[in-house]
């Protein structure tokens, strides 16, 4: 069978060198991202065809099958691509660092009509099948107990933890010998080799193509203040399965100095102990429960053949044995621990990973699956991923999610859940500090979200209010808009960017959109009167606005600048954050913006010293302290629970909006050229963080309706222009007609899935559908 070798990374060469040493194989290739790996390959093995691009090692005439050895990241979509060319694939463990790519990968296999094994090598390890044979033996009994131990000094990574580098192993053998998946876990981490002179160390293997890093799906390295967060280097796991009292655990460690690699079974009728460091006995059978005895004779030629005879007649040979006990502490002392029959059957060595390519090869010729295939890879990464649930959540259960549930094709909008599931342990911790503090309002949490908001910002102050709808308010109020006042913003956007006007008693004065779908800077100088007080740009959509021109705009006409950042948290102008550039922006922390609250809240945030300090004020009933109310106020308070989720998700929030980044690449990348799609742009100087992720298309609602159908949850914002709106029409009529962008866009533009924990199987579902949609000629 013809064979290629991809990744040539620590792995890589032992599986070249496998593939050329078996006869059943061919190895006709290799392929590396890194071209001197290629070249040093073919060099030393010269009738081989190197590949720096997987794309073009696919069409090598006659490759049967693939070998993929690339970091974990890579995996799911270098896989998609073989096993969419129908090649065999052995990809090395885990399958994806996602459950839900890996169930894709496991339906995708099985349409393509492939052999797809998982590298779970420890499966083809000759003590472990030993293992698994004394543990169906009619001696063992029924399987009470099983514990698995894990540890080496290092490597330290930053990419994963201990659980995800080392756990695997023992899960995949608990899951080959009992044939059950785990229905819950327990798992709690720690970082003890996180100091100064233990700084993590880059992984050994590099991924094939680039793809956001492991922490997605709930596994990636966090980002604070800059710096990676120390993944944990100790991981204690509990597993319990469904209709079963019985527990296993796993202890995995870079920390301790001794490398262990132990397995123990314990049955109502023997022990067993697999030992793949004891390489004079892998495996350890003991035939009787462990209990306190009397003193065990020592053997001799003579009994040696009873102590490793019959459980029973063993044991009644040291009870004759025996001397009697007579209670006193030094008889306690002296006496021993029965063990009862001990015996080590015989292991044959080989090597475990030419036992699995093997395997490999000889399914794929017969048109069959291995005991470690797809299905059984990506029930690994359904327990891996509930560990990573349970460790960041401190150790609560967690529900391992069923592969049915995962093949659920249904994408929200945005997902919540998936993101409360990432930080619930820390959250839930500091939400109930509060509780227990009751200091429900304007608690000392608040203030430590305004000063961390405020620096990550790139401002002075930030004062927490209840809504962004109160910040608008305010932000107008003091700076002294009212009746008669006129204030110029664009058309499409929220209502809650006109209310804010209005409801001072001032002027909403709308301006089309520019192709960005920010505020037209060329229309606004047309529009300012006397009576203009501000420009209050939005940075829709994530987006940003041309913000030097407006403030030039601004500083010409003596004209306030308030920016509109609710959908923009951490989007970045020539590298200025949103809502540092104005004289205050005002921010929304709905739960569905990026920075989203677990209920409604907003704030405002300035370098003005007076404005802020005004605001802060008025929000507390207009008290400087309490009961000294320095002006008439009123009441609109950042809850200090809300300020705790902010707080808990702001250390997150620039890792969230680069996996949204990247999924707006992916996007743009796979429905180029599908249907009457036009795509959103990004204004040059910008980087937007993708709150929505917005297309237009003639034939809007019908898209819509069909991704609603297949269970895709697009949206539309804002299908009503503010100047159409019944609560503004009478009012603007002035405006039909004159906003010629927003009007005839508003029924062509739709929002699809955007959220941090959107999949790349997620994405490319979407796509396949929109490409459905397009493909199909009947639609109009």
Sequence with gaps: MKVAVV???????????????????????????FKDRVDNMVAKHPELKGYTDIDELLEHKGLEAVILITHASSHY????????????????????????????????????????????????NNGVRKTKQMLKSGGFGDLLYMHA????????????????????HDISIFQYLTDKVPSWVCAVGSTPLASEGNSPKEPQEEPMAPRRTMESQSHRAQQSNGKAEPQEDVVFITMGYEDTKMVSHIHVSWAN??????????????????????????????????????????????????????????????????KSLDGSLEAFISESLSVGDTYFPAVQHSEPLKEQVLEFLRCAADSRQPRSDARFGADVVRVLEAIQESVKAKGVRVPVASHESLLCDDIPLVDLK????????EVAEAMMEVVENTQFVLGPQVKKFEDNFAHWCGTKHCIGVNSGTDALLLAMK?????????????????????????????????????????IDVSKIEAKITPKTKAILPVHLYGHMADMDAILGIAEKHNLKVIEDSSQAHGALYKGKRAGSMGDCSCFSFYPGQNLGAYGDGGAIVTNNDDLATQIQWWRSWGAKEQYHHEIKGGNSCLDTIQAVVLDCKLKYIDEWNGQRRELAKSYTAKLADVGDLVLPKTASETSPVWHLYVVRTMQRDALLNFLHEEGVGAGIHYPIPIHELGAYAEEMKEYAGQLPETSDNASKLLSLPMYPELTEAQVDRVVELCKQFFGSTARV
């Design 77 to 124: 979509e270098l896989a998609k691509k073989v096993l969419a060319a129908k090649k065999h694939l052995l990809i090395e463990k885990p399958l994806t660092t996602d459950a839900r790519e890996a169930v894709h990968l496991t339906e995708l296999a099985k349409t393509s009509r492939v052999t797809c094994l998982v590298g779970h090598t420890f499966l083809y």
């Design 478 to 518: 003091f700076f002294g808009i009212g009746p008669g006042d006129e204030v110029i913003t664009q058309a499409n956007t929220f209502v809650a960017t006109v209310v804010g006007i209005s409801n001072c008693g001032a002027i909403p004065v709308l301006v089309d959109h520019d192709e960005f779908f920010m």
């Design 149 to 168: 131990t894990r540890t080496n000094l290092g490597p330290v990574r930053d990419d994963v933890n201990a659980a995800w580098d080392l756990a695997p």
């Design 7 to 33: 990744g040539l990374g620590y792995f890589g060469v032992h599986y070249v060198r496998i593939s050329r040493d078996l006869p059943e194989a061919e190895l006709v290739a290799v392929c590396d991202v």
């Design 418 to 425: 998936a993101n409360y599931k990432r930080i619930k342990g």
């Design 257 to 322: 100095p001794k490398k262990v690699r132990e397995l123990t079974l314990v049955g109502t009728g023997m022990r067993v102990v697999f030992d793949d460091m004891d390489i004079t006995a892998h495996v350890k059978v003991y035939r009787t429960p462990v209990q306190m005895g009397p003193t065990i004779p020592q053997p001799t030629s003579g009994n040696l053949g009873r102590l490793r005879g019959n459980s029973a007649s063993g044991m009644e040979a040291l009870m004759t044995n025996s």
